[in-house]
Each structure stands twice: as structure tokens, then as C-alpha cells.
Nanobody, 126 residues
Framework: QVQLVESGGGSVQAGGSLRLSCAAS????????MGWFRQAPGQEREFVGA???????SYEDSVKSRFAISRDNTENTVYLQMNSLKPEDTAVYYC????????????????????WGQGTQVTVSS
């Protein structure tokens, strides 16, 4: 089992920045690929980005130039740096993980992630 705990959400004005953190425990961190998803009110949860142990990253197109994922393998923590935030980024952001079983790039589909955090709210006002 992998336990994930997010932190760092909050409210910010458009154009501002936030950094989310997700601390993982319960399994060797090098075994797991970490991802971020978000769910806006009335919408389905969507992929934001992900990062492998070796720091190979994937991003959803709308955030690619504004968000950056990183991981600290000594602290078992993954980060989502969000810059130039827009009101449409408002959502609950979820940290997720799966045990690596092959492949070069991280997976992007929700059903492929085995473990989930509780979510943290990000609100961007115009």
C-alpha cells in the first residue's frame, strides 16, 4: 500500500503561483510513478501531469507551459509548481501513484493509478 498526503492548496488571484506537495509512504519511492490529476466542479477528473523515478515527465497540453512537476527522491515527495494560474485551473487537485511495471513515459489515464491522496482545493479568482 502507498499512502499519499497532499498539501499546499489555497486561493490565489489569476496570474499567481502555488506549489502543491505530495508526500508518499508505505513503499520504496523508486518503485512508484507519481501523478497529479484535478477535478473541477461538475466535471470529470482529468490528468495534469506525471513523473517517473527517473524524472521522465508528461503533461496535459493546457498546463504544459505553466506547470512543472518535480520529485525529491530523498524526501519521498513530489511537487506541482503552478505558475500563471487561470480561473479555469480551479479544481480539487489529487496526487496519485502506481507501481512501476514498465514503459518509458508515465501513464496518463486515471484508471492506471492505484493509489490516491485525499485532494487539495485550488481556487483561482479573476
Amino acid at each position: 500500500q502507498v499512502q499519499l498526503v497532499e498539501s499546499g492548496g489555497g486561493s490565489v488571484q489569476a496570474g499567481g503561483s502555488l506549489r502543491l506537495s505530495c508526500a508518499a509512504s508505505g513503499r520504496t519511492f523508486s518503485d512508484i510513478t507519481m501523478g497529479w490529476f484535478r477535478q473541477a466542479p461538475g466535471q470529470e477528473r482529468e490528468f495534469v501531469g506525471a513523473i517517473t523515478w527517473g524524472s521522465i515527465r508528461s503533461y496535459e497540453d493546457s498546463v504544459k507551459s505553466r506547470f512543472a512537476i518535480s520529485r525529491d527522491n530523498t524526501e519521498n515527495t513530489v511537487y506541482l509548481q503552478m505558475n500563471s494560474l487561470k480561473p479555469e485551473d480551479t479544481a480539487v487537485y489529487y496526487c496519485a501513484a502506481y507501481v512501476y511495471s514498465g514503459g518509458f513515459r508515465p501513464r496518463i489515464r486515471e484508471y492506471e493509478y492505484e493509489y490516491w491522496g485525499q485532494g487539495t482545493q485550488v481556487t483561482v479568482s479573476s
